[in-house]
């Protein structure tokens, strides 16, 4: 391993060998401290410092040129500085009275704005602080608009009123404590009915099940129909006594000599009828079945119209069709 010299700055590592480049740069800087240090030991007569350098008050300071180019800097800052306000002064001379008034009230927002708590800026500085807050404010509110317009968004998980479910299961746990307490199980539950509970479940148990199928033309449904519609005719009484006396045979019978001859019928009865007639007329136009929807039914349908049209055409041809269309669903219709 070669030797290195202490003082050397790869001294450090254990593998550099100093040569003569090594010692010559030992030797400058060496040279270097020493001067400094003469510098330093020089009296304050021969040092050369400029007054108005800002290392003024160090002893061991020596100003260079850095220095005297920031020193003229300054000076050249601050005569520019001087100049302006005596520019504005001299331009004031000609100005109209309004904008004297304007600028001394220009100088007092100034003022005001100087004792408004940033004394530290000026007054270009505030207008951009002022900016920033609004901005930070606008930012804000674009914030809650934006959180307010996502709830309104989203989809609600449950409406304002309780579900039947959960309202159930509410009842059931009710019911099931009020047993307990009672020492009753959940087969007696009917013991808790109060007398108006049990007329209205008797009342209900003994309505009878809607009609079904062809069982809607029987006797009873045809008589609530006649109810209906005759519930809103008006029946004089008076007439109808005086052509039963008139007419011996009011009541006819099937061996009347009579039979089949129309009494006369006044014409209001008539025009009545007819305005009947038409209600019902348009009330079945309007009336419209609710079918209901079999869910696991094949779709082969785009809309209610084609739907509607395929059954049909199921009706005519479905019996014709019905091993064609098991062919082509199971795919051995297909040619090999």
């Given at each position: 391993m070669?030797?290195?010299d202490?003082e050397?700055?790869?001294s450090?590592?254990?593998?550099?060998?100093?040569?003569?480049?090594?010692?010559?740069?030992i030797a400058?800087?060496?040279?270097?401290?020493?001067?400094?240090?003469?510098?330093w030991?020089k009296?304050?007569?021969?040092?050369?410092?400029?007054?108005?350098?800002?290392?003024?008050?160090?002893p061991?300071?020596?100003c260079?040129?850095?220095?005297f180019?920031?020193?003229a800097?300054?000076?050249?800052?601050?005569?520019?500085?001087?100049?302006?306000p005596?520019?504005?002064?001299?331009?004031?001379s000609?100005?109209a009275?309004?904008q004297a008034d304007?600028d001394?009230d220009?100088?007092?927002?100034?003022d005001?704005?100087a004792?408004?708590g940033?004394?530290?800026?000026?007054?270009?500085?505030?207008?951009?602080?002022?900016?920033q807050?609004k901005?930070?404010?606008?930012?804000?509110?674009?914030q809650?608009?934006?959180v307010?317009?996502?709830k309104?968004?989203?989809?609600r998980?449950?409406?304002?009123g309780?579900?039947?479910?959960?309202?159930l299961?509410?009842?059931?746990?009710?019911?099931?404590?009020?047993?307990?307490?009672?020492?009753?199980?959940?087969?007696?539950?009917?013991m808790?009915?109060?007398?108006d509970?049990?007329?209205?479940?008797?009342?209900?148990w003994e309505?009878?099940?809607?009609p079904?199928?062809?069982?809607?033309?029987?006797?009873?449904t045809?008589?609530?129909a006649y109810?209906?519609?005759?519930?809103?005719?008006?029946?004089?009484?008076?007439?109808?006594?005086?052509?039963?006396?008139?007419?011996p045979e009011?009541?006819?019978?099937?061996?009347?000599l009579?039979y089949?001859?129309?009494?006369k019928?006044?014409e209001?009865n008539?025009?009545?009828?007819?305005?009947?007639?038409?209600?019902r007329?348009?009330?079945?136009?309007s009336?419209s079945?609710?079918r209901?929807?079999?869910e696991?039914?094949?779709?082969?349908?785009?809309n209610?119209?084609?739907e509607h049209?395929?059954?049909?055409?199921?009706?005519?041809?479905?019996?014709?069709?019905l091993?064609?269309?098991?062919?082509?669903?199971?795919?051995t219709?297909?040619?090999?």
């Amino acid at each position: 391993m070669g030797k290195s010299d202490p003082e050397c700055v790869n001294s450090s590592n254990p593998f550099h060998e100093c040569s003569d480049y090594c010692h010559h740069k030992i030797a400058e800087a060496k040279r270097r401290l020493l001067e400094e240090q003469e510098s330093w030991k020089k009296p304050a007569a021969e040092r050369t410092v400029h007054p108005d350098c800002v290392n003024a008050s160090n002893p061991y300071h020596d100003c260079s040129e850095y220095c005297f180019k920031n020193i003229a800097n300054a000076k050249a800052a601050l005569e520019r500085g001087e100049q302006e306000p005596a520019a504005g002064g001299s331009g004031k001379s000609g100005v109209a009275p309004e904008q004297a008034d304007g600028d001394d009230d220009s100088e007092q927002q100034e003022d005001a704005a100087a004792n408004d708590g940033y004394p530290q800026m000026t007054e270009k500085q505030k207008k951009l602080f002022q900016l920033q807050l609004k901005m930070n404010e606008a930012r804000k509110a674009n914030q809650q608009a934006m959180v307010a317009e996502k709830k309104r968004m989203e989809p609600r998980g449950e409406s304002k009123g309780v579900s039947k479910e959960k309202w159930l299961e509410e009842r059931k746990k009710k019911i099931g404590r009020l047993l307990d307490s009672n020492g009753l199980d959940m087969s007696k539950s009917y013991m808790l009915d109060t007398q108006d509970m049990a007329e209205a479940k008797y009342k209900k148990w003994e309505k009878e099940p809607a009609p079904d199928g062809w069982d809607v033309f029987n006797q009873k449904t045809l008589y609530t129909a006649y109810k209906k519609r005759t519930k809103n005719i008006e029946v004089n009484m008076d007439a109808y006594n005086r052509a039963k006396e008139t007419d011996p045979e009011f009541y006819r019978e099937a061996s009347s000599l009579q039979y089949g001859k129309v009494s006369k019928v006044a014409e209001p009865n008539i025009d009545r009828m007819v305005n009947e007639l038409k209600e019902r007329d348009e009330k079945r136009k309007s009336f419209s079945r609710r079918r209901k929807f079999n869910e696991d039914k094949d779709i082969d349908s785009i809309n209610d119209r084609n739907e509607h049209f395929n059954k049909k055409i199921e009706r005519a041809f479905g019996k014709y069709t019905l091993e064609i269309k098991n062919n082509l669903e199971r795919g051995t219709a297909l040619p090999d």
